[in-house]
Structure formats: structure tokens, C-alpha cells
């Protein structure tokens, strides 16, 4: 649902624009009890966002609880991030896009989300990850080693929050790498994407602090397949293969292509099809069900969904 400007999306929302009322349809006729949305334009006040969720409640599916904390796409640094002579470009925001706010996250829910046990990763530097995969070129850092002093690891954003639901507590985690592609002969994007996700292996390893509170759910567009397209496959593999996590590997079938798979990105004049996007409950919980849905052919994404079983 991103746009190429500020107010641009809510602007689209109050007119009923086609993309937005086929990804109120799909959402309603799911009726999920949380909801992330990615690639959702952020803007201070939250004016898309409570607009969207007004929607929703029309289309007969209210999720009167929201949180979108400020994302780091379009957030500029003053520095020359990209190493190539200039600062000010898309490529010297803290992640790339043509505005600040462009392409945030968002999570809606049906039950009430404790705002005071958000803990936002989005402002995590890129060079306190453990072994991170700092760029370098030609055996020195690179672009020069200030930029690190400020670059954050997140490309979009990083969070986790509590949703409190009949009296238990379920951990939500998300997070939205950029791709793994576009950056140079350094790999900057690669190394980057890759270490995203291995943020979130830390995380569960205990690493980066105690661990994460079970029950809970990752949310996650990767940017990463384990076998196919750009990136550091092995990373993605990792997590997925997680002892505290369970993957329900949803499929579904895409309008365009007729077929079902496990394709939950598809860019037929890029890469092509990807799995690229998941839900990963912890391993404790009971799914019931998952599956994939494509809100109309154009899409790029497909909505996941996972059933599980609560309380666990």
C-alpha cells in the first residue's frame, strides 16, 4: 500500500481507491484477530492508519488496537551511506525510500496491545550485532567506519509487543529487511539483509538479551527465500529451522499465475516467484491451519494466515 509521497496513502484510503478496498475485502473476509501490515505509509499523527482501521470496522471486521512505531525508511543521516561522492539520496537515508515514513509497519488487533512493553528494535546499530557483516572494500570498511557510528540495522523497522488476549499474554514480533539485492560490489544490501534475520536467531538464542516471552509469533517479510533469488539463503534456513519456532509453510493459490505454491512474492518482470514472507509461531503453540491469499493479481505480497489454537 505504499505511495510515492506523504499523504498520498491516506489520501487513497479516504477515496476508496481499487488496491486499498480489495485489501479491506481480504483482511474482512479473513477476520484476523492481529494484523501486520507492511509496506503501510507512516506519518506522525496516525492519520492513515486510524483512517484504515475505520474502514475495516465498516467492512464489518473492527481491530480498534493499533501500534506503528516511526520506521527508519526515509530518515536522513547527513552522511554519504552509499560511498558514492553524494549525501541527501535515498541511499543515505537509514533505509532506503523517497520519504521519510515511506513503507512502515503497522500491527492491528482485536485485542487490547500493551503500549508499555513495546520494545522498538528499529534504532539497533548495525555494528552492535555480534560478527555483523559490516561492508568492506578492498579489505577496509566501507563506506568509511563514522557511518557505522550512526547506521541502524533495521532497513524499515523492528519491534515487539504484547497483545493481552482472555487474561494470557502473546509475544508479536516483526521486523522488514530490505532486499538483498542493489548493493554494489561491498554487497552492503546483502550483508545487511542477511544480518536482519540473524538479528531475530539472536534474539531467540538469548544473545541479544533474555529471550523473547512464550507464547509468541515472528512476523517477518525476509526479503529472503531459502533457495532462490539474492541474498544469503543459509540465514533464512537458520531461522526457520529453529528449535523455538515452528513454521506452518502456508500455500495458496496466485491469481495470476494459477497455480498453487508457497510463493508469497511474486515480481513477474524481476525475480520472479519467492517465499519471501512468513509467519513462524514458537514452538509451543498448536496451529491449526495457515494459508495464503492474493488480494487481487497485481499484487506483490500475499496475505498469510495462521490459525493456532489459544489459550496454549
Known amino acids: ?64 488496537y493499533h501500534i506503528a512505531p516511526q520506521p527508519n525508511s526515509g ?18 537515508a537509514q533505509g532506503w525510500a523517497a520519504f521519510a515514513g515511506s513503507g512502515g509497519m503497522a500491527l492491528l488487533s482485536r485485542w487490547p496491545i500493551e503500549h508499555a512493553a513495546l520494545r522498538d528494535r528499529t534504532g539497533f546499530l548495525w555494528r552492535d550485532l555480534p560478527d555483523a557483516r559490516l561492508p568492506r572494500f578492498n579489505g577496509a570498511p566501507f563506506p568509511a567506519p563514522e557511518v557505522f557510528d550512526i547506521q541502524r540495522l533495521a532497513s524499515v523497522a523492528a519491534f515487539e509487543v504484547l497483545l493481552l488476549i482472555h487474561d494470557r499474554r502473546l509475544t508479536i514480533m516483526g521486523y522488514h529487511a530490505g532486499p538483498p539485492a542493489f548493493g554494489g560490489a561491498h554487497q552492503r ?36 527465500d531459502v533457495e532462490n533469488g539474492a541474498g544469503i539463503h543459509s540465514e533464512i534456513a537458520a531461522l526457520l529451522a529453529h528449535p523455538s519456532v515452528q513454521d506452518p509453510h502456508p500455500t495458496g493459490e ?24 512468513y509467519v513462524l509461531p514458537s514452538a509451543e503453540l498448536r496451529v491449526l491451519d495457515a494459508g495464503l491469499y492474493w488480494p487481487h493479481p497485481q499484487a506483490n505480497h500475499a496475505l498469510i494466515w495462521v490459525d493456532i489454537a489459544w489459550p496454549p
Open 189 to 224: 544490501n546483502r550483508n545487511r539483509n542477511a544480518d536482519e534475520t540473524r538479528f531475530w536467531r539472536l534474539r531467540l538464542d538469548g544473545l541479544l538479551g533474555p529471550p523473547p516471552t512464550a507464547p509468541f509469533v515472528l512476523l517477518a517479510d525476509a526479503n529472503l
Open 254 to 277: 496466485h491469481p495470476a499465475r494459477g497455480v498453487t505454491s508457497d510463493t508469497t512474492g511474486y515480481w513477474p518482470e524481476g525475480p520472479g516467484a519467492l517465499r519471501v514472507d
Open 75 to 92: 530518515v536522513a543521516t547527513g552522511l554519504d551511506l552509499d560511498g558514492d561522492g553524494r549525501s541527501g539520496t535515498a541511499d543515505d
Open 1 to 64: 500500500m505504499g505511495r510515492e509521497g506523504p499523504g498520498l496513502l491516506l489520501r487513497d484510503i479516504r477515496r476508496a481507491a481499487p488496491d486499498v478496498s480489495a485489501i479491506i475485502t481480504a483482511i474482512a473476509s479473513h477476520a484476523p484477530d492481529a494484523l501486520m501490515l507492511l509496506d503501510f505509509d507512516y506519518d506522525l499523527n496516525g492519520l492513515a492508519l486510524l483512517a484504515f482501521a475505520a474502514q475495516l470496522a465498516e467492512a464489518g471486521h473492527p481491530m480498534p
